[in-house]
């Protein structure tokens, strides 16, 4: 018999794909999302509840009306500045919220949650790549709620028995193949959308913060992960904590770095247009590098990324990017 499983946060931009994803699979898929930052347009199921995870005695609800057997879990606010100027916003809804989903979960008992974690739980890297042994020191506000988050869960395994996965993934990017979804965010803060808008004459020019890194070309490298191996993560390692009954934790990423000026220069090669560029001072905070040791995925969840060209990736952006639905 097919599972029913609640995806919180499934109105937006990693939370869809993966409830797509999960549908093609032949779940039997439950969006649950207040829409603050999520797109009704990006729910592809007609189970959608609009529902804040405040709201316990409504979330309760949820749970008894559908029966539901598991949880993904995405419903997060996700910017590290504003986490570091908003804190409150941010221990409020990512770490309290999502108790009230946790014990929610136990008092229908439900015990196997996915749950979307970060590769900032690590804070700044110690040496690269990062593999899930590397001490976990977040350094905003936006890290410190999803490795206290990971903290709650392993006292809700041991004194309720429940099996979680925690998906530190780096830098979630491109969009559906079909074109039928893709990333949509207000405000935009990921590099690849951002350059695209700046090709598109949406934007002016994009800034390069920093061009005097110890990289190759002097910008900052990171892991660049397509949305869609983001998603079909999430289904296996669902699987695999059933089937298992045992907790995971694991680094989604491609395990290949891509530099700022290496985005750009694909960038042009994929949509054959210029990127008007301007160079800023480093932010505070951005280490040189990040990318992921993703061994452990792929032996755990035999799990193998399909985009690991970045152009790839840049052009399923691109076409989302110009025929866009919302």
Not at 3 to 9: E, S
Not at 49 to 77: C, G
Not at 129 to 136: F, G, M, R, V
Request: aromatic fraction near 10%; charged fraction near 25%; hydrophobic fraction near 35%.
């Amino acid at each position: 018999m097919k599972k029913t499983l609640l995806v919180a946060g499934g109105a937006g931009y990693i939370g869809s794909h993966t409830t797509k994803h999960l549908l093609q699979q032949g779940y039997d898929v439950v969006v649950l999302d207040n829409l603050v930052y999520g797109h009704q347009e990006a729910v592809l199921t007609e189970k959608f509840e609009k529902v804040d995870l405040k709201d316990k005695e409504n979330l309760d609800k949820v749970f008894k009306k559908y029966n539901i057997d598991a949880v993904i879990h995405f419903a997060a606010y996700t910017y590290v500045g504003e986490s570091v100027t908003s804190p409150s916003k941010y221990y409020w809804n990512n770490v309290v919220n999502t108790l009230n989903l946790l014990d929610t979960m136990r008092e229908n008992d439900v015990k196997h949650i996915v749950f979307s974690s970060t590769c900032a739980t690590y804070g700044n890297p110690k040496y690269m790549p990062l593999d899930e042994k590397h001490s976990q020191q977040p350094i905003n506000p936006y890290g410190k709620t999803k490795f206290m988050m990971e903290q709650i869960m392993e006292d809700y395994e041991n004194a309720y028995g429940f099996k979680y996965a925690a998906l530190r993934y780096f830098n979630a990017a491109g969009a559906d193949k079909d074109g039928q979804l893709g990333e949509s965010h207000n405000p935009e803060t990921h590099l690849i959308p951002l350059v695209l808008k700046t090709i598109k004459g949406e934007r002016d020019n994009i800034t390069v913060f920093g061009t005097d890194y110890d990289t190759p070309d002097g910008t900052c490298i990171r892991d660049y992960i397509h949305v869609e191996d983001l998603a079909n993560a999430h289904r296996l390692a669902l699987e695999k904590i059933i089937s298992d009954n045992k907790t995971v934790k694991l680094n989604l990423g491609t395990g290949i770095g891509t530099s700022v000026k290496e985005i750009i220069d694909a960038s042009e090669r994929v949509t054959g247009k210029k990127v008007s560029v301007k160079y800023g001072e480093r932010r505070a905070g951005d280490p040189s590098q990040l990318f992921a040791a993703n061994d452990e995925a792929k032996r755990v969840l035999n799990w193998i990324p399909k985009y690991t060209k970045i152009e790839d990736i840049i052009e399923t952006a691109w076409n989302w990017e110009i025929n866009k639905k919302f």
